[in-house]
T-cell receptor
Framework: NAGVTQTPKFQVLKTGQSMTLQCAQDMNHEYMSWYRQDPGMGLRLIHYSVGAGITDQGEVPNGYNVSRSTTEDFPLRLLSAAPSQTSVYFC?????????FGPGTRLTVT | AQSVAQPEDQVNVAEGNPLTVKCTYSVSGNPYLFWYVQYPNRGLQFLLKYITGDNLVKGSYGFEAEFNKSQTSFHLKKPSALVSDSALYFCAVKGVTGGGNKLTFGTGTQLKVEL
């Protein structure tokens, strides 16, 4: 049981490039979410999904897209990276009352 | 809208002394409250939660937290701190009604336990 996995662990992008952050869980959770963590700002919700085919925006969705074709996978897409998207990104999946976090992806946009 | 405040950016404690990390919240209706810990270069780990029932909840690694509805607080405590407790601690809240599973996190408190 791997829990929540994220790839890659580190990524450097140039402004304007696109990329996809991968997230997978093997706990059969319906609810999954993406957060970004910035110093002094805690974790902010980017997008979330309550099940396959259903996604919604969180607190800071601009510049990010998501899709949920399976229960297991919830990728986050940056269409045109900007320096403001330099951050650490965490994926989480949730049972009724507890969220399980992945190890994070540290993204730098230059 | 729901929110969490962690008024201290950093808390310093000597090993063996009791520690408290403060958290206050705002939410419509009754809250579900959580504490998470983050060690350097790691994801968040669940420590404890308040759902209902006893106001004092016990969690992992000897931590506990007290839910105080009148003060809208959920402070994290430990009777005797260890150097290994040094980490970043996050309080989080979600409403019992509405909001689904959406958690709102505080900005975090860095705990430093020194010998």
């Amino acid at each position: 049981n791997a829990g929540v996995t994220q790839t890659p662990k580190f990524q450097v992008l140039k402004t304007g490039q696109s990329m996809t952050l991968q997230c997978a869980q093997d706990m059969n959770h319906e609810y999954m979410s993406w957060y970004r963590q910035d110093p002094g700002m805690g974790l902010r919700l980017i997008h979330y999904s309550v099940g396959a085919g259903i996604t919604d925006q969180g607190e800071v969705p601009n510049g990010y897209n998501v899709s949920r074709s399976t229960t297991e996978d919830f990728p986050l897409r940056l269409l045109s990276a900007a320096p403001s998207q330099t951050s650490v990104y965490f994926c989480a999946s949730s049972s009724l009352h507890e969220q399980y976090f992945g190890p994070g992806t540290r993204l730098t946009v230059t | 809208a729901q929110s969490v405040a962690q008024p201290e950016d950093q808390v310093n404690v000597a090993e063996g002394n009791p520690l408290t990390v403060k958290c206050t919240y705002s939410v419509s209706g009754n809250p579900y409250l959580f504490w998470y810990v983050q060690y350097p270069n790691r994801g968040l780990q669940f420590l404890l939660k308040y759902i209902t029932g006893d106001n004092l909840v016990k969690g992992s690694y000897g931590f506990e937290a007290e839910f105080n509805k009148s003060q809208t607080s959920f402070h994290l405590k430990k009777p005797s701190a260890l150097v290994s407790d040094s980490a970043l601690y996050f309080c989080a809240v979600k409403g019992v009604t509405g909001g689904g599973n959406k958690l709102t996190f505080g900005t975090g408190t860095q705990l430093k336990v020194e010998l």
